[in-house]
């Protein structure tokens, strides 16, 4: 997978990129990062790319040319792949827009900076808008690791577990059980029982209960959109009919 990252701040990028599992991806052929200065495509002499907004108001807007100069000089016109502007104004990222754009053998992706970009990039170059959250940052090369970041590791074999996506929170729609290490005691906590007991069987229906029971207490609006079996419904509605206080390691 790669992506194209057009940014007047290519510099923030290295050391996130180049760490852990982005680096073994990368390392790996899964996945291509290019991050393009969009000041290298500017025409006139002091490589101007920001310019008071029309109307007044305080702040700098990024301006239209270098953007499709340089967008439409990588990618051609009209661009060979998606184009995605980071704006707290696009649609919330989640993990199933991660899985929807994880599809994309190439992404690109614009990171505003100051007041933002000029109207005319959004309205006739980007073919989707992504926020990161209901917050304002000071530009969006952040929010353009964290799509990075969430759709790379979905790639077949980023993760060094093949199944390392599958049970994460979110991917289907629960959020997810759990972990513990060695040591199996500290400072007094014990690791549950049924976790060291070698029963595949009981770890997996305790796993299962845990994540239900997780995404009950914390995130009920999630349950309602859930994939659950009939079995999952059952321990559900024991549930409800038990004390609503029962802690998660009560189980
Ligand atoms: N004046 C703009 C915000 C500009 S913030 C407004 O009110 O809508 C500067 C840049 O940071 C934006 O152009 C965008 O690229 C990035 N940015 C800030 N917050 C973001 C968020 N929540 N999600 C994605 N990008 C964000």
Redesign the pocket.
Known sequence: MRFDVFTLFPEVFGPYLHTSILLHAQENGLLEVHLHNIRDWTSDRHHVTDDEPYGGGG?MV?KVEPIFAAVEGELGAPPACPVI??????RL?NQQIAQELAQQPRLAL????????DERVRAHLVSDE???????????EL?ALVLIDAIARLAPGALGDPDGAWDDSHAAGLLEYPHYTRPPEFRGWEVPEVLVSGDHGRVARWRRQQSLLRTRQRRPDLLEKADLSEKDRQFLSQLDAEDENMDVQDI
């Open positions: 702040g990024m502007l980071l704006t707290p104004q696009g990222f614009i990171c505003g900076r100051y007041e933002g970009v992504i926020s990161i959250g209901d917050y304002v940052l000071t530009g969006g929010p």
